[in-house]
């Protein structure tokens, strides 16, 4: 099936499975699970299509998602087979170790190679608008909370015809909609984004941003993906890279190097602190038992000051 062709049940691609785990290179325009009778088409009904045998009747949905993508986008989605394990990898998103990276092609070229974006999001109250989200400081922006990404320039090209660039990009929050509304805050829209360019950017096939790398720091062992990518000239002739900066293999690997050499550090500061207690508790024991015995010495200072004081 070519890779520009739209979502069916029997094309679930999967890019890794265990006795806990599948992670899935999700379709784009597809969602993930639906309570709507008519929507048949979800990533969902794949895998019970897929996997009848591993869905569990104590849910919903028949599988454990353990974080989500939004219906655009494409990618890689894990899914837990077993509460405890769901569980294992719900500690690891609420305490934002998992490491996630995504593929786009903006309009435009992005002048600086990189960047953190700090656009604080918030939902948009706007009437019409209220499915979408908005930075701080834009009409009907409400609640906007802090929010952070990584921006990578990989590639500088054209996407039929106008200027393109191909990004990495690394989300440190987890906002909805935090890339697409980030990309359009520097002034870089997502090619194909149909809903934040209210309906304008519709001629390409899909929208360009893709879930390439997850990595889920689990014990015993980390769960490590990477999805392909899916903006290759082989791919969609209407991209034509120009210039390449940085190959995505190397500058994924730099990504993780990075983020294992933060866990390392966060891993020494947590035992030195553990350390740092046992040893206060230890010396608050031993102040604990001298004051005992300085009590204990008083006592028997005072009876023997009695005794002597009746000779």
Excluded at 210 to 215: D, F, G, V
Excluded at 220 to 243: C, I, M
């Amino acid at each position: 099936m070519a890779a520009t062709e739209p979502a069916s049940l029997e094309n679930l691609c999967v890019l890794h499975q265990s006795g806990d785990y599948i992670v899935v290179d999700k379709h784009w325009d597809i969602r993930i699970d639906s309570k709507m009778w008519y929507e048949k088409l979800t990533v969902q009904a794949q895998l019970r299509h897929r996997f009848p045998q591993l869905a569990d009747p104590d849910t919903y949905y028949g599988f454990r998602f353990c974080h989500q993508l939004d219906f655009s986008t494409s990618g890689a989605l894990c899914v837990a087979l077993n509460k405890a394990a769901a569980g294992r990898a719900y500690r690891c998103f609420k305490d934002r170790t998992v490491t996630k990276a995504y593929l786009a092609l903006v309009r435009g070229w992005v002048e600086e190679e990189t960047q953190t974006l700090d656009f604080p999001i918030g939902k948009n109250s706007s009437e019409g608008k209220t499915h979408m989200m908005c930075i701080e400081g834009t009409e009907g922006c409400e609640n906007p909370k802090p929010c952070q990404t990584e921006v990578t320039v990989l590639e500088y090209g054209e996407y039929d015809g106008d200027r393109a660039t191909k990004l990495l990009l690394q989300p440190l929050t987890g906002r909805t909609h935090q890339l697409r509304v980030h990309c359009i805050a520097m002034g870089h829209p997502i090619v194909g984004d149909f809903t934040y360019s209210l309906g304008a950017d519709d001629a390409p096939y899909r929208m360009m941003l893709h879930a390439h790398l997850l990595h889920i720091p689990l014990e015993p062992q980390s769960l490590l993906v990477q999805a392909g990518d899916p903006f290759l000239p082989t791919v969609d002739a209407k991209w034509l890279p120009q210039r390449s900066l940085r190959t995505l293999e190397a500058t994924v690997d730099a990504l993780l190097e990075c983020r294992a050499e933060e866990e390392r550090k966060s891993r020494e500061e947590a035992e030195e602190r553990e350390r740092r207690e046992r040893e206060a508790r230890r010396k608050g024991r031993r102040g604990q038992r001298c004051e005992e015995e300085s009590e204990e010495q008083r006592r028997q200072c005072q009876e023997w000051l009695s005794e002597w004081a009746g000779d």
